[in-house]
């Protein structure tokens, strides 16, 4: 029986964060180490480029920085083909023969997009590039047969554009494409971490994010001017847990192993939070304890970072590698389309 296949990636357009550990990094390590499945993971420049077309170096400094992280949590090429989405031609071609399924009403009324151009502050003055990112993203997923994309819940509309255009071409040219589905996190406090200020998201583009590549002391200062809640003035005030962005961190990564190591007084984070609750507990104490746990997940990671930075030969030949073996993939897909179509003229 085939591997099912996952297809996920990232836009180059700075060093990936906690936000991006949690909510998809660390879970494509899992996946990959079960061996249950062919995994593709892309560096999505191309897409990366609808709304960084005048600033192309953004997206060339940052490809790197992606690698590094990518290699730095585990992703392991010897498991996982991690590939450039600019170096595989047959996307644009796919994207292409999609375009012509997929109307502008249509791509207007995605959610998803709504909410980028709004967040961007296009107005009228939209990329068309920007506004068919759905259609690519199809072409990106149909290209490698990938049945599960891991997304969060915004970005479900996606994967509902591209449902609907396997379905169109299928209907008209046979069944040729994969219909995938979403693969959805369990940990709702993973999906969508919000930044050190409390705001909705960790966002390169707010300066809220704590990155992979932080040194220790820039993690400590980050942890200890984190938002907690406004209230708890005093030791002895009673606190509220809820939308205080240090107990949302501690439910996204304190197990409780690390109470044991850190924080023995306590068995769990509910009993953490029942003290909290009642009184008697201060931010200090409860940042401190966050510090140690984030540090035993990012000092792993700087560790390997740091080996591969000093030898990023090996980084742009994992990407190359990588970019021609999907590439070969795309091929066979784009083949089946362009029969399908009839437009293999000279065959």
Known sequence: ???????????????LHLGHYVGSLKNRVILQNTGDYDVYV?????????????NPEKI??????????????????????IFVQSQIPELTELTVHYMNLVTLAR????????????????????????????????????????????????QLPLIEQCKEIVHS????????????????????ACVRLPGIDGKAKMSKSLGNCIYLSDDKETVKNKVMSMYTDPNHVKVEDPGNVENNTVFTYLDAFATDEHFKKYLNEYNNLDELKEHYRRGGLGDVKVKKFLINVLEDILEPIREKRSYYEKHIDLVYDMLSEGSKKARIVAQETLKKVRDAIGINYFN
């Open 1 to 15: 029986m085939a591997k099912k296949v996952i297809l996920t990636g990232d836009r180059p357009t700075g060093k």
């Open 169 to 188: 071409f299928n209907s008209i040219y046979g069944n040729v494409l994969v219909e995938p589905e979403a693969m959805l996190s369990q940990n709702k």
């Open 107 to 154: 791509l207007k009324r995605n959610p998803t997009i709504k909410t980028e151009i709004k967040e961007r502050g296009f107005g009228e003055a939209v990329p068309v590039g920007f506004l068919a990112y759905p259609i690519s993203q199809a072409a990106d997923i149909t290209a490698f047969n990938a049945n599960l994309i891991p997304v969060g819940d915004d």
């Open 42 to 54: 892309f560096i999505a420049d191309l897409q990366a480029l609808t709304d960084n077309a005048r």
């Open 60 to 81: 060339r400094n940052s490809l790197i920085e992606v690698a590094l992280d990518y290699l730095s949590v585990g992703l392991d090429p010897q498991k996982t083909t």
